[in-house]
């Protein structure tokens, strides 16, 4: 028999097609079936194709950027222009000799020692082809043609004509057209815009497009390019929220983030590309456009003032006893005396600037410069003299960029720089008088000092006199000051009912019943004299919030009626006293049922709770006149009334609160293992903040017990194929402290989400179940803020409206720090910890600026 007839019968006999390095003919299909090995050399040497479309659209096959270098990468082309739309292994390209295997498994790329260097994720079920679709996509369906795993869900820097980018998701551009690793560029969906980042640092959006539409408030769900532009869909797949029209066209369109942070869309004509789109428009929005600490103007690039160029293209100072530090990787500070700053000219901006709320407002240029030189993660810092708006530069430094006119005057850059230790002493003695560099605060004098002070306390014992005779003319004004507020409150359109302080006391037997208690204060059992059973909110912390204030907010709260919020019923201001006055319900708070000795709580009241609780906050965040931040979503306040039927509480406290309390929300509330990262790392508190909170109550919810608990059962799972019960092998089941967080990443990665469930459910509940809440869980406790859903996205995907998103690792490893130190006994409390979470956090791949702000926030959660 010759070698042909002998490599056909295995075929048939073995179901399996042994590819030989002599082999010289591609495979010209669009699907296979396991089991498939094959060399890469063979398509490699041949050009040939693994597979192609049924249209010959696309072909999937082996790529090799750059000539120079034996280094391939497994990727699926466009046939006619032989452009790449998708590569399986950006960041580890592979030998020559490496092997390409379909098995029952999934997909896997091995080195020359059998090593893997890449594959598919861990699938629910057996694959039983492999195809790929005549839209670019390739996917891999089990025996009911149920899609296991596909490209689009992973894209890389391409978006073709039809596929969509799901909120989360996003397109990463490569390091160049030679090294298709992951470069420093990324384009990412979020629930209200498509944002453009340079190593995490937001850089531009669509709608700042000016042939931008904005057409919808509604919550974006993906972003998809098709026949007539560039749009962004709401959940029902046709809400158009922001559109981008290219006008019409039958040809192919793909849109694709370039390495150097461009994003185009072009069309496919006459065996070329023509380019439709090219945005930012303006090439000085792009952070890098001109190297670090390039003068973008006009898109031409030069050096600002005391910069010149170096041999790599970067600006450095022209004055060799200086340069620019990097920043802290180890923890390790400059010493204060070798810092120094050059000033930028005037009409010199940054980009992020205006994508970020300042670290401070209100304070002075010193100030301002104290706090990056206080910070060796700071490079620069930009200060705003009118507002006093403080900027830190951190971790990265991009190109400069012109502002406009009206702009001039207003905001003052300057360039941190250490001097080398021979110049330290005669740099700082006469940093003040060199040309373009800040004074150093060190130099003011003691005697100035002093004197300051004694100023500072003469003029406090004025104030403080002055107060008190303001004092004593209010009170002799008396009952008139009072009547006419009385009035104001009075005159308060929607006010809900206002009750005497003698009536509540009277209502709850001099407040006897205490049902419930928080950081807002005691809720108490009550019932009016109308019968009405109530609950009472004696609210403590209040700061010295006027009354029309506070009713006025009431006002807001108490005409907001959702389904899935506890009705206010009421209030009470008088003197000092605050109290609100609700709704009662029977059942009393999540906590108390979900993690008492009670009746175990079922699967589907567990869903019903979850869904109704992200109907509520959906509606907060969304569906009122007033956007409201819960800023407290945690089981005590998700409320239970007949079946099970759920309400949010203390949805409109946060509202309650006066500015001067906006900057204790962590300490006064204090409910740790709900706070988002965002609370201690000087992000902007948005609505994403709730979503996170959310996130960690679902988890709770999936397993019946706290998120930080000890673990002491044995869970069992249903093995997917039988189902026989088998026991769970994996060791964090055991008896000891488990971070549950982590413990459902963990089986999300391996697919096993039946083991997280509530083991007192043991046959109550299917994996797929467990799988959506698990899932949805993931997105909402991201760490990075924009990559949350929406409420409203969370509500679509647990009614089924929408596809489950798929979780970002990366934004999910501060879990695996936190989890191994909430499991440990010591907590993390010396620089040495903080050096080794932020080195850990570099290893792996984490954004660097945020590493100290995230350690911050495990410290805090940990102590």
């Known amino acids: 028999m010759d070698s042909l007839s002998l490599f056909v019968t295995v075929f048939f006999c073995h179901n399996v097609i042994l590819l030989q390095?002599?082999?010289?003919?591609?495979?010209?299909?669009?699907?296979?079936?396991?089991?498939?090995?094959?060399?890469?050399?063979?398509?490699?040497d041949n050009s040939g194709a693994f597979l192609l479309s049924l249209n010959k659209t696309f072909k999937l096959s082996f790529s090799r950027p750059n000539s120079e270098l034996s280094l391939y990468y497994l990727s699926i082309f466009h046939s006619s222009s032989n452009i790449i739309i998708w590569t399986a292994n950006p960041n580890k390209p592979f030998s020559e000799s490496s092997k390409f295997t379909l098995s029952l498994n999934g997909l896997t790329i091995t080195d020359d020692h059998d090593s893997i260097v890449w594959s598919t994720p861990k699938l629910n079920s057996s694959v039983?082809?492999?195809?790929l679709q005549d839209s670019g996509n390739l996917v891999l369906l089990d025996a009911q043609n149920v899609s296991l795993w596909e490209s689009f869900s992973s894209p890389t820097d391409t978006l073709v004509s039809g596929q969509r980018l799901y909120v989360g998701q996003s397109l990463n551009g490569a390091v160049s057209g030679k090294n298709l690793s992951v470069g420093d560029y990324r384009f990412v969906v979020t629930d209200g815009d498509a944002v453009f980042q340079w190593n995490g640092l937001n850089y531009w959006k669509l709608s700042m497009y000016t042939s931008a539409f904005k057409n919808s408030n509604s919550p974006v769900s993906f972003l998809s390019v098709n026949a007539t532009g560039l749009y962004l869909f709401a959940s029902d797949g046709s809400t158009v929220v922001i559109q981008v029209i290219l006008g019409f066209s039958s040809n192919f369109r793909i849109a694709k983030l370039e390495s150097n942070g461009n994003f185009s869309v072009s069309k496919f004509v006459s065996n070329s590309w023509v380019e439709e789109l090219a945005i930012p428009d303006d090439d000085c929005r792009i952070p890098f456009i001109c190297k670090k600490l390039g003068l973008c103007s006009s898109s031409s690039c030069s050096c600002p003032s005391d910069f010149h160029p170096n041999i790599n293209g970067d600006c450095v100072p022209v004055n060799s006893s200086i340069s620019l530090p990097s920043p802290c990787t180890n923890g390790s500070e400059l010493n204060s005396s070798s810092i120094t700053y050059l000033r930028l000219d005037n009409g010199l901006d940054y980009f992020y600037n205006d994508f970020v709320q300042p670290v401070k407002h209100g304070i002075d240029l010193s100030e301002c410069q104290d706090l990056c030189s206080g910070n060796c993660s700071c490079l620069a810092f930009f200060h705003e003299d009118e507002s006093?708006?403080?900027?830190?530069?951190?971790?990265?430094?991009?190109?400069?960029?012109?502002?406009?006119?009206?702009?001039?005057?207003?905001?003052?850059?300057?360039?941190?720089?250490?001097?080398?230790?021979?110049?330290d002493g005669n740099?700082?003695?006469?940093?003040?008088?060199?040309?373009?560099?800040?004074?150093?605060?060190?130099?003011?004098?003691?005697?100035?000092?002093?004197?300051?002070?004694?100023?500072?306390?003469?003029?406090?014992?004025?104030?403080?006199?002055?107060?008190?005779?303001?004092?004593?003319?209010?009170?002799?004004?008396?009952?008139?000051?009072s009547s006419f507020e009385e009035l104001e409150l009075i005159s308060i359109p929607g006010l809900p009912v206002r009750f005497n302080y003698d009536e509540l006391a009277v209502a709850t037997d001099s407040f006897k019943t205490q049902i419930g208690s928080g950081g807002f204060g005691t809720v108490y059992k009550g019932t009016l004299q109308d019968n009405t059973v109530v609950a009472v909110k004696k609210i403590t912390s209040m700061g010295i919030q006027g009354k029309k204030e506070f009713c006025t907010e009431i006002a807001i709260i108490g005409n907001i009626h959702h389904v899935n919020l506890v009705r206010l019923k009421g209030f009470c201001v008088q003197g000092r006293q605050r109290l609100l006055v609700y709704e009662y319900m029977n059942k009393g708070s999540l906590d108390k049922t979900l993690f008492g000795n009670g009746p175990v709580l079922g699967w589907r009241e567990r869903f019903e709770i979850a869904l109704g609780t992200a109907r509520g906050l959906a509606y907060l965040h969304s569906g009122c006149d007033h956007k409201i931040i819960h800023c407290?979503?945690?089981?005590?306040?998700?409320?239970?009334?007949?079946?099970?039927?759920?309400?949010?509480?203390?949805?409109?406290?946060?509202?309650?609160?006066?500015?001067?309390?906006?900057?204790?929300?962590?300490?006064?509330?204090?409910?740790?293992?709900?706070l988002a990262p965002e609370w201690l790392t000087n992000t902007a508190i948005t609505d994403k903040t709730?979503?996170?909170?959310?996130?960690?109550?679902?988890?709770?919810?999936?397993?019946?017990?706290?998120?930080?608990?000890?673990?002491?059962?044995?869970?069992?799972e249903k093995d997917t194929s039988d189902g026989t019960p088998r026991s769970s092998s994996f060791s964090p089941m055991d008896s000891r402290s488990v971070y549950f967080p982590l413990l459902a990443l963990e089986m999300h990665e391996q697919r096993r989400y039946l083991e997280l469930a509530d083991v007192r459910l043991e046959g109550q509940v299917r994996r797929e179940e467990v799988e959506k809440l698990v899932r949805v869980a993931l997105l909402c406790v991201q760490e990075e803020p924009m990559l949350r859903p929406s409420m409203a996205n969370v509500v679509s995907m647990l009614e089924g409206g929408l596809p489950l998103g798929e979780p970002n690792i990366e934004s999910l490893r501060f879990l695996r720090f936190y989890g191994q130190r909430s499991t440990e006994?010591?907590?993390?409390?010396?620089?040495?910890?903080?050096?080794?979470f932020i080195l850990y956090s570099e290893a792996n791949g984490t954004n660097s600026s945020a590493n100290t702000a995230s350690y911050n926030f495990l410290s805090f959660m940990s102590s």
Request: hydrophobic residues 35%; proline residues 3%.
């Open 21 to 44: 390095l002599t082999s010289s003919a591609p495979i010209l299909t669009n699907s296979i079936s396991p089991n498939v090995t094959a060399s890469s050399l063979q398509f490699i």
């Open 825 to 836: 006994p010591s907590t993390i409390r010396n620089s040495n910890e903080q050096n080794e």
């Open 388 to 423: 006093g708006f403080c900027y830190l530069i951190e971790n990265h430094l991009g190109s400069i960029m012109s502002t406009s006119s009206d702009k001039d005057g207003d905001r003052f850059g300057f360039i941190k720089t250490r001097v080398s230790s021979s110049q």
């Open 128 to 131: 039983s082809v492999m195809l």
């Open 427 to 481: 740099t700082n003695m006469n940093a003040s008088n060199q040309k373009g560099k800040f004074p150093i605060a060190g130099l003011v004098l003691l005697p100035t000092s002093v004197f300051l002070l004694v100023i500072i306390v003469l003029g406090f014992i004025w104030w403080r006199k002055n107060r008190k005779q303001s004092r004593a003319k209010v009170v002799k004004l008396g009952s008139r000051n």
């Open 632 to 674: 407290d979503v945690k089981p005590e306040n998700i409320l239970l009334h007949e079946n099970f039927h759920v309400k949010i509480s203390d949805f409109g406290l946060s509202k309650l609160l006066g500015p001067e309390q906006s900057g204790i929300y962590t300490t006064m509330r204090g409910t740790r293992g709900y």
């Open 690 to 716: 709730d979503v996170y909170s959310y996130g960690m109550v679902l988890l709770e919810i999936v397993r019946g017990r706290k998120n930080c608990s000890s673990q002491t059962e044995r869970s069992t």
